[in-house]
């Protein structure tokens, strides 16, 4: 089973600043990686597939980059409603797909 | 606008079995091109994928090898719904359940249920 490391655990930003989240694979996991938004109470929202892939109506200030075992999720200039918990996800190593552990991204 | 629709109990006692149903609009249990999914959420495990369903001129299931001894997802044509059937459960099957959808059976997720809160307690 792919293992994936997400770092920081909490990222404490100011709005309108930029943030930089980072996930690891245990093992390479080409370009099949997925990032989620979760809001409390809310289930995840697909951001990102494809490790750099939008999904529908996402906003441009989200980027993802990498490929192999290395990945960032970049929020250009956050927003207030960008506060929440953000997870990867790999889907090229089957079974099973895994998730990370998730970075908290808080208001500083 | 794909909508997923949960439905169930929220409180299953040990030993017992967890069922849950996801009704679809928007798409179709059917379609040759989605799979149907489901994951849960608990504080101790993360984000867990247990199980899929899809449809390519017959029916598949693929299931996480952690719960795959327990678990049954099913399809329901005549309702657009599926539907998730956890054996035997324990404390440790607590946890947020969510249906989902993978639109090109890629596996990642675009569509989430709203989540349904399952405690196994006596």
């Known amino acids: 089973e792919i293992v994936m490391t997400q770092s920081p655990a909490t990222l404490s930003v100011s709005p309108g600043e930029r943030a930089t989240l980072s996930c690891r694979a245990s093992?390479?996991?080409?370009?099949?990686l997925a990032w989620y938004q979760q809001k409390p109470g809310q289930a995840p929202r697909l951001l990102i597939y494809g490790a750099s892939t939008r999904a529908t109506g996402i906003p441009a200030r989200f980027s993802g980059s990498g490929s192999g075992t290395e990945f960032t999720l970049t929020i250009s200039s956050l927003q207030s409603e960008d506060f929440a918990v953000y997870y990867c996800q790999q889907y090229n190593s089957w079974p099973p797909w895994t998730f990370g552990q998730g970075t908290k991204v808080e208001i500083k | 606008q794909v909508q997923l629709q949960q439905s169930g109990p929220g409180l299953v006692k040990p030993s017992q079995t967890l069922s849950l149903t996801c009704a679809i609009s928007g798409d179709s249990v059917s379609s040759n091109s989605a799979a149907w999914n489901w994951i849960r959420q608990s504080p101790s495990r993360g984000l867990e994928w247990l199980g899929r369903t899809y449809y390519r001129s017959k029916w598949y299931n693929d299931y996480a090898l952690s719960v795959k001894s327990r678990l049954t997802i099913n399809p329901d044509t005549s309702k657009n719904q599926f539907s998730l059937q956890l054996n035997s459960v324990t404390p440790e099957d607590t946890a947020v359940y969510y249906c989902?959808?993978?639109?090109?059976?890629?596996?990642?997720?675009?569509?989430w249920g709203q989540g349904t809160l399952v405690t196994v307690s006596s």
């Open positions: 989902t959808r993978d639109a090109v059976a890629a596996s990642f997720f675009d569509y």
């Open positions: 093992q390479s996991v080409s370009s099949s």
